[in-house]
C-alpha cells in the first residue's frame, strides 16, 4: 500500500492515462480495492479522521490491537456515543461490506444464520412430482441453492475481508449470546445437510450494548472490550466541526461546553448524547446563530432534551441564563 501511494504522488499523470486507457474512472479506488490498508496506529487515526470519525488514543488502540489480533470488538456505551459508527467507519476505511446484524429480543439462528427456502423447496416438490427425477429430489433440496444466508453465514462465507456489526448485542438472550459465542471462536457452522462452512478471511467484528443487561464472561473473554464515554468539551469540539461545516468557532465551543454541563447535572436522566450535539449544531446554525444567547436556548432545549422531566429538570436546576453564562466563560 505504501509502494502504491509513493507512486500515485510521484506518477500520478500515469495512472491517470491509465484510467482513461482502461475506461475506468474508478481506477484508483480499483488498486486501493485490491491492496490491504496498511494497520498501523498512525494510518487508523489518519483514516478515521478523513472519515469523520473523531476519538481518543485509547480508542484507536483498541482498534488496533483488535484488528491485528483477529479478535472481535465489544463496544458498550450511553446511547449515542458513537458505537454503531465505528462498525461503518471501519467498512468505509477498509473499504469492505458492511454486514449487519440488528439483534432483538428472540433473535434466533434461523434469521441469523441461515434457514432454508421453504417456498422454493415446496415449488420444486410440486413440480417434480411423479417425474423421473422425484428420487434425486431430496439430496437436491438441501443444496446451496435453496439456502437463505441470514447476516452471519453471509459475513463467514464472504470472499474478502468484511465487516460484520452485531448491534445490540444485549437485546438478545442468553441462549442466542452462548450460540454467537462459539461461532465467534472458530468462524465456522456445521449445515448437517452441507457440511462444515469456513471463512476464508476473518471478518472484522463489532459488536455493541447499550448495558441492558451484563453479558456473559464467555462473550467477553472473545473480545477486545471498549467503553465508549461522552466526549471530553475539546473533542466533542472537534466532533462538530468535522460534521457540521461552516459553523462558527465561537459557537462551536459554546455547544460543546453547554452540552457539557448538562450531562454533568445528575438531575437529567437521558443525557444529551453526539447525535443530539450535532442536531442541536444544525438546528442553531439554520436559524443563523452565531452564538449561544438565552431566547435560542430556550427556543431550542426541545433538541438536546426530549422528554417532559428532563426539560422540567433542566429549568429547575440550570436554567437558559446559567447555561448562557457558563456556555460563553472561558
Ligand atoms: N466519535 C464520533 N465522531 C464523529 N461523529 C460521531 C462520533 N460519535 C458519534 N457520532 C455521531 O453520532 C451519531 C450517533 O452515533 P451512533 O449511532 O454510532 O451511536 P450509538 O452509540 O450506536 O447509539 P445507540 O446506542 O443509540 O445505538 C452518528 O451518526 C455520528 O454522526
Ligand atoms: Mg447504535
Known amino acids: 500500500m505504501k509502494i502504491y501511494y509513493f507512486f500515485k504522488k510521484r506518477y500520478y499523470w500515469l495512472l491517470n492515462a491509465f484510467s482513461i486507457l482502461y475506461?475506468?474512472?474508478n481506477f484508483f479506488k480499483v488498486i486501493e480495492r485490491m491492496c490491504p490498508v496498511d494497520i498501523s496506529i498512525e494510518n487508523i487515526k489518519k483514516e478515521f479522521d478523513k472519515a469523520g470519525y473523531i476519538c481518543d488514543s485509547e480508542v484507536i488502540i483498541t482498534v488496533y490491537l483488535?484488528?491485528?489480533l483477529e479478535k472481535p470488538i465489544l463496544i458498550e456505551g450511553e446511547p449515542g456515543v458513537g458505537k454503531t459508527e465505528l462498525g461503518k467507519v471501519l467498512s468505509q476505511v477498509f473499504n469492505t461490506e458492511l454486514i449487519r446484524l440488528q439483534c432483538y429480543e428472540g433473535l434466533d439462528e434461523n434469521k441469523a444464520l441461515?434457514?432454508?427456502n421453504y417456498q422454493k423447496q415446496l415449488l420444486k416438490i410440486q413440480l417434480l412430482k411423479g417425474s423421473q427425477y422425484e428420487q434425486t429430489?431430496?439430496?437436491d433440496l438441501f443444496s446451496r441453492e435453496y439456502l437463505l444466508e441470514r447476516p452471519l453465514l453471509k459475513a463467514i462465507q464472504a470472499d474478502k475481508k468484511v465487516v460484520l456489526l452485531i448491534d445490540e448485542v444485549d437485546k438478545t438472550d442468553e441462549e442466542f449470546e452462548a450460540f454467537l459465542f462459539e461461532l465467534l471462536s472458530d468462524f465456522q457452522v456445521s449445515v448437517p445437510e452441507l457440511g462444515t462452512l469456513t471463512t476464508g478471511d476473518i471478518p472484522i467484528v463489532v459488536l455493541t450494548s447499550n448495558n441492558e443487561r451484563e453479558l456473559?464472561?464467555?462473550l467477553k473473554r472473545r473480545c477486545i472490550y471498549l467503553y465508549l464515554d461522552y466526549p471530553?468539551?475539546?473533542r466533542e469540539v472537534d466532533i462538530i466541526k468535522a460534521k457540521v461545516p461552516g459553523i462558527e468557532d465561537r459557537l462551536t465551543q459554546q455547544i460543546a461546553r453547554a452540552v457539557n454541563l448538562i450531562r454533568q447535572n445528575a438531575e437529567i436522566k437521558k443525557k444529551p448524547s453526539i447525535a443530539e450535539t450535532l442536531d442541536w449544531a444544525r438546528a442553531l446554525l439554520t436559524l443563523n446563530q452565531d452564538s449561544l444567547d438565552e431566547k435560542t436556548i430556550k427556543?431550542?432545549?426541545n433538541i438536546l432534551l426530549k422528554t417532559k422531566a428532563d426539560l422540567d429538570s433542566f429549568y429547575q436546576h440550570i436554567g437558559p441564563v446559567a447555561l448562557d453564562?457558563?456556555?460563553r466563560s472561558k
Open 114 to 116: 441461515y434457514e432454508w
Open 23 to 25: 475506461n475506468e474512472p
Open 232 to 234: 471530553s468539551v475539546e
Open 299 to 301: 427556543q431550542t432545549m
Open 66 to 68: 483488535a484488528l491485528k
Open 137 to 139: 429430489l431430496e439430496e
Open 325 to 327: 453564562e457558563y456556555a
Open 216 to 218: 456473559s464472561d464467555g
